[in-house]
């Protein structure tokens, strides 16, 4: 805080000091010298040192902070040292040696704080790797012109200047830190160094471009505040060569707007839309050309045809009917370019939303709806990429990528009825320029997007469900004639061939007979084994004989291990259920306690299940190794998805905390018995 303060105080007395002796020197004075009123520079020094200081009080280490205050310091030192410059020589007081060279050959030095500002900004570092060494260069290139001007002798610079030295100077001593070198090696050397200043100063601007591609977060979002004060400096300047009267005008809020941009670029980069006011101040720049370029022709031509006497004023009324006329398409059509432009097409939701849902109706499967999403949304939003993935029911995934995909990234998941149906990926700076109506576009257009993809991926895997339950009812048609006909159709008809020899052999040799309906007997119990197994592969006949709850802790205690504790709950009034959530819930807990036996490596297990209103929820939790994140899904935990999602249900396996493994799956019981 003192340093701050202390910053500040310093560049206000410079600043007062300087339109006090400003006040005391004539003009006609101050024009034989040549030497601009010194508070003139005060202006832009203030306008850096403030928001210097208020960077400083926020980030008392943050070089940024620093290098603001020390330029604005030099901006008020420099006008300060002029204004004593002026007034020592027009009262005869001491130091006018001192102030010419601080104005003269240390006000030189202000070009080098724009290159160090780029080259730093926003972080306060350097750049690493090469381009360190390449920041070096420019900034050497930038810096030599000022550090030659230091030490040039005042004969070569006024020499350089074209012009004679004023009169008051004359008896100075203006040579305290010149370098006796041979006169002939100055001018060569004072030109190459100033051809090496733009060199240095474009070398700084490749460093902030490089920075600006490579950077996210707030750190871009600070670039982009750099760049509107770039294009608000660059509109000062324009306005400077077509107007010179304002150059001593708007110099100084030009640079304090900059300083100002800075600030709010490290505090409070959110503070306003960067893009909608980068676009509005090249919207009313082009308006402002637009006006003027109407204003010269029309008085260009109205002067070659009315003369000189009625051109003025006509030319005026008439420029003005025009302005009024075109400004209001022109003013619309150029802030739907520029918009465009700076936005994308996502300044336009109606034609984004009508576009995609065009291409969507054309798309011939939902692959190609993602990605015609995914093609919207990079096209729309400017995005170097866009990933967008859909989950189906039996844990599919469609996914599409628009564009070269990158590291890093950021996901943003697709809800729809509270649910997560699926993520869309994009560069993890993409949402760093946007305002909460571009997020609304996108979360609106990918959603009904991706719900519309997701519909038809569901009515795709639905038909394909549609296809397994036919094929697999005929496989089961044939398997259970095949069983009839190659298994238990033989050995009856062996058992009856068998009571037929018996009864042959009865009479004629007993033993034989006897030991032929101990075969039969056998056979017939065979058969019957194989009809209970084809009623088992049918419906469990626990089922009908103990119910779901019971049947469920018969299977617990089948797979019960040593080391492992099952326990199975759950209320008596489950039953009666339908028969197709019966079975699948018995499926279900049976298949889940398998993997839990064999792979969980576990200790303990509880298994629950209930009524929650309308639906039988059946849950199977271990304390095991859980699965590891990207283990792909096996034939087991599929099956259990396709089961509840026969019903309608739903089914998730999940490793809350890392450990163990949680089953949890919901079937409706309005399903068809």
Same mark, same amino acid.
């Given at each position: ?33 040549? /030497? ?12 850096? /040192? ?81 381009? +360190? ?15 030659? =001007? ?66 996210? #977060?707030?750190? +871009? ?23 010179? @009267? ?29 893009? +909608?006011?980068?676009? #509005? ?8 050309? =637009? ?11 109205? #002067? ?7 051109? @003025? ?246 797979? +019960? ?29 049976? @298949? ?27 849950? /199977? ?24 999602? @026969? ?10 905390? #890392? ?15």
């Amino acid at each position: 805080m003192k340093k701050a303060t202390g910053v500040l105080v310093a560049a206000v007395a410079l600043t007062v000091l300087a339109a006090i002796l400003d006040a005391r020197v004539p003009a006609a004075h101050r024009e034989i010298l040549d /030497v601009d009123l010194g508070w003139t520079a005060g202006i832009p020094g203030l306008g850096l /040192v403030i928001p210097g200081a208020i960077l400083l009080y926020r980030f008392p280490r943050q070089p940024v902070a620093w290098l603001l205050c020390g330029s604005g310091l030099h901006w008020c030192l420099d006008g300060a040292a002029g204004s004593w410059l002026a007034y020592a020589t027009y009262s005869g007081r001491p130091g006018a040696a001192a102030a010419f060279w601080v104005y003269q050959r240390l006000g030189a030095a202000l070009l080098i704080w724009l290159p160090l500002l780029l080259l730093i900004y926003p972080t306060g570092k350097l750049p690493e790797g090469r381009w +360190r060494v390449f920041a070096y260069a420019s900034m050497a290139a930038a810096s030599l012109a000022p550090l030659l =001007t230091l030490i040039v002798p005042s004969g070569v610079a006024q020499a350089r200047d074209g012009a004679p030295l004023p009169a008051p100077f004359r008896g100075l001593d203006l040579d305290p830190a010149s370098l006796p070198l041979p006169d002939g090696w100055w001018p060569p050397l004072l030109a190459g160094a100033w051809l090496l200043l733009p060199l240095g100063v474009i070398g700084s601007f490749v460093v902030v471009v490089r920075r600006y591609r490579a950077a996210d #977060g707030d750190d +871009r979002l600070a670039l982009r505040w750099l760049t509107w004060a770039a294009v608000v400096d660059v509109l000062v300047i324009v306005s400077q060569v077509v107007v010179p @009267e304002l150059a001593g005008v708007t110099i100084g809020p030009a640079i304090a707007l900059t300083g100002g941009a800075i600030a709010v670029a490290l505090v409070r980069p959110r503070l306003l839309d960067i893009d +909608r006011l980068l676009g #509005g101040t090249l919207l009313y720049a082009a308006m402002a050309v =637009t006006v003027l370029a109407v204003d010269a022709c029309v008085l260009g031509a109205t #002067g070659a045809l009315l003369g000189e006497r009625l051109a @003025e004023r006509d030319a005026a009324v008439l420029a003005l009917l025009l302005v009024m006329a075109a400004y209001g398409p022109l003013r619309h059509r150029l802030w739907l370019a520029i918009r465009r432009l700076t936005l994308g097409r996502r300044d336009d939701p109606y034609r984004v939303i009508a576009g995609l849902a065009e291409q969507m109706e054309r798309a011939p499967s939902p692959a190609a709806e993602l990605d015609a999403v995914a093609a919207t949304v990079a096209t729309a939003f400017r995005s170097s990429f866009v990933t967008v993935e859909v989950d189906g029911l039996t844990g599919t995934k469609l996914c599409v990528t628009h564009g070269e995909k990158t590291r890093p990234f950021r996901e943003l998941p697709i809800t729809y009825r509270g649910e997560t149906v699926g993520r869309v990926l994009l560069p993890a700076h993409a949402r760093v320029w946007w305002s909460t109506r571009d997020e609304r576009l996108l979360g609106d257009v990918v959603r009904q997007a991706a719900v519309a993809a997701r519909s038809a991926l569901l009515a795709q895997e639905l038909q394909r469900s549609r296809e397994q339950i036919v094929a697999a009812r005929e496989e089961e048609r044939r398997r259970l004639r095949r069983d009839l006909h190659d298994g238990l159709g033989p050995a009856l008809g062996g058992v009856g061939l068998r009571i037929d020899a018996a009864r042959n052999l009865a009479t004629r040799n007993p033993a034989e007979a006897d030991k032929a309906l101990k075969q039969a007997r056998e056979d017939l119990t065979a058969a019957v084994a194989d009809v209970r197994r084809l009623v088992h592969d049918l419906r469990p006949p626990a089922l009908d004989d103990v119910g779901l709850l019971d049947a469920v802790r018969q299977q617990a205690a089948k797979l +019960r291990a040593p080391g492992l504790a099952i326990t199975v709950e759950g209320r008596d009034d489950l039953d009666p259920l339908p028969a197709a959530v019966e079975v699948a819930a018995y499926r279900i807990a049976s @298949e889940a306690l398998t993997n839990v036996a064999r792979h969980a490596g576990a200790s303990t297990c509880r298994v629950r299940l209930a009524l929650d209103g309308n639906e039988l929820v059946v849950e /199977v939790i271990d304390d095991g190794v859980g699965i590891r994140p990207g283990t792909a899904s096996g034939v087991g935990l599929v099956s259990l998805r396709e089961r509840a999602a @026969e019903l309608g249900g739903d089914c998730r396996i999940e490793c809350p905390d #890392g450990r163990g493994t949680a089953v949890r799956a919901r079937l409706p019981m309005g399903a068809p018995a």
